[in-house]
């Protein structure tokens, strides 16, 4: 072979696979306006600053704790790697991810998501784990969650399973190609509308109220890897009423948590204590917390991790303090962005439609 030819031969092979990376760029959803769970994964990279408390699960913390009051209250430096209905086995994945970038003091893990047992939907799959950045981590975290009809190479090639968006195209797929807005704060999903908490139906009776056991194997590990990397792991049951929290599985979380020598606190018996309002701190009948309700709570959580830790005050640290002046700055900021577009419009109109009473930030 001529080195002529072979140069044409690896010309073609580069185009083809830079056409094909540009292709899956394109069609693969940014995750802007609405829906825009998908884009929580992949912010966490972008996060240069220590965190000594990652949170990990799934709404119960990513809607209901403000990194940012932890911070101006406590100096407490944390990150939320939450998703839309993540499972247990997804928070252990998305933690030893995170763990080749850092490694925290304190781990919060919410506990509600030990209902599922099994995987449940591709979408909320994707919306998980298509932000990962690619390793053995992310791989072993789709394996175990695809449902049947799910492929992993489908996974590690997006382009194979998005290809066929190329007739939904819109704006944002080209606004959004190369750089795309953050649609969280430290992993926070801020909404300052409010709807109060209305009367939820009475819990359905189960036939068995047992944790499954491969939802507990994976709470299992997740303690084995914070004891092996010396971090404690604090699990929480977030004030939140329905989806209903069955005192069954309650008892058998206290019961993990006391033969692990771990923290469990169910903050539904709290919500009075810490001044929660669900008339005004919540934007969708009580099913998540507003900024306010976010606020209420991580002031009422971070006092409590910052008696029971060893928790430094970054406040006093200048380098990470100008930091998180920065992320501060941004949340105040879409607070006020979010209240203007209420006052004009009436609603939020890039996270729904839903008439809602006014929430100052």
Known sequence: MTKKRAFIIVFYIVLTVAVLWFLQRLFMPKYQYGIVEGA??????????????????????????????????????????????????QSYYLLEDALKYETPKVVVFNVLALKYDEPQSESYNRMTLDGMRLSMTKIRAVEESMTDDEKLIEY???????????????SDDWDYLWDRDKVTHNGYYMRIDIKPEAEFPDPPLLADYKLGDNAMYWLSKMADLCEENGIELVLIKSP???????????????????????????FIDDRDAMGLDMTRDTYDAGLHLNKTGAETFARYLGAILNENYDLTDYREVPEVAQQWEDICEDYHDMAQAQYEEIIEYGYLRNWGSVAVQLGRP
Not at 49 to 55: D, R, S, T
Not at 156 to 170: E, G
Not at 240 to 266: C, K
């Open 40 to 89: 929580m994964a992949a912010e966490y990279y972008e996060a240069d600053e220590p965190h000594e408390v990652l949170f990990v699960g799934d709404c119960e913390v990513y809607e209901a704790v403000s990194p940012v009051t932890l911070y101006e209250e406590y100096g407490i430096s944390s990150y939320i790697r939450g998703s839309a209905q993540q499972l247990v086995w």
């Open 240 to 266: 939140i009423l329905f989806p209903h929290w069955y005192d069954q599985w309650d008892d058998q979380v206290r019961a993990f948590a006391e033969s692990r020598d771990l923290t469990y606190i169910n």
């Open 156 to 170: 590690i090639f997006p382009i194979l399973r998005y290809h066929s968006r190329w007739s939904d195209l819109d």
